[in-house]
């Protein structure tokens, strides 16, 4: 009964975590540019001794084990705003953005300009271009982000936007304030900006509900297989110890 619970409990603290990820996944349906996430699973196989002799081997044990959280990079719907300053990603490219601890990488193009007039991310980080960061004058009028990210103002040139792409996107590390780190930038010469816009979440509100249901009904059975495993061993050991006596 013991291997059974303890099964079980790999289970839950399994669904436990997915459940974390589906809810941070509801709470950023609304937010801009970001990409929803799933976990993967696999089975633990539980080592077990071996002892010639026994006439029959001993039975392994299969746990569930949570592997990898992974995060779904496909495109979210492009939405006007109207907004010179807001902008979304056609292709696999990245905005770079300089941070304290680096720079990171983002796909959320809700831009600003801070009182110095420099280009920032809504947490107020810079946007970098290929020289670095981006300002503007306090009289400059007419911003234009061109679809190969270069940029203009009535003050002439600005720079052109930092895009970046990785082949392999599975090792960015999530950080707070929708930033990505990690991995190999690259040039994405491929990737087209559009202005006056934004990309959404790529999160399906219906199917992460439909799976936070999924997820706590699953829980909730589990449960109940556990409290029966109790009772089952309090019923033995109620047994055993009339037999005793």
Known sequence: MENAQLIALSRQIALKRQMSVVANNVA????????????????????????????????????TQDWVTVADFTAGDIAPTGNELDIALRGNGFLTVETPQGERWTRAGALQLDNSGTLVNASGFPVLSEGG??????????????????????AGAKGT????????????????????SGGQPLPSPLTRVVQGAIERSNVSGVTEIAEMIRVNRSYQSIAQLIKRQDELRRDAIKTLGSLTS
């Open 133 to 154: 960061q981006i300002r503007f004058g306090a009289g400059e009028t007419d911003i234009r982000f061109n679809e190969d990210g270069s940029i203009t103002s009535s």
């Open 161 to 180: 936007l930092r895009l970046v792409e990785f082949e392999n996107m599975q090792e960015l590390a999530r950080e707070g304030g929708n930033l990505f």
């Open 28 to 63: 950023n349906v609304n937010t801009t540019g970001f990409k929803a996430e799933s976990m993967l699973f696999e089975e633990y196989v539980m080592p077990v001794a071996k002892f010639g002799e026994y006439s029959k081997a001993n039975q392994t044990l299969s746990y």
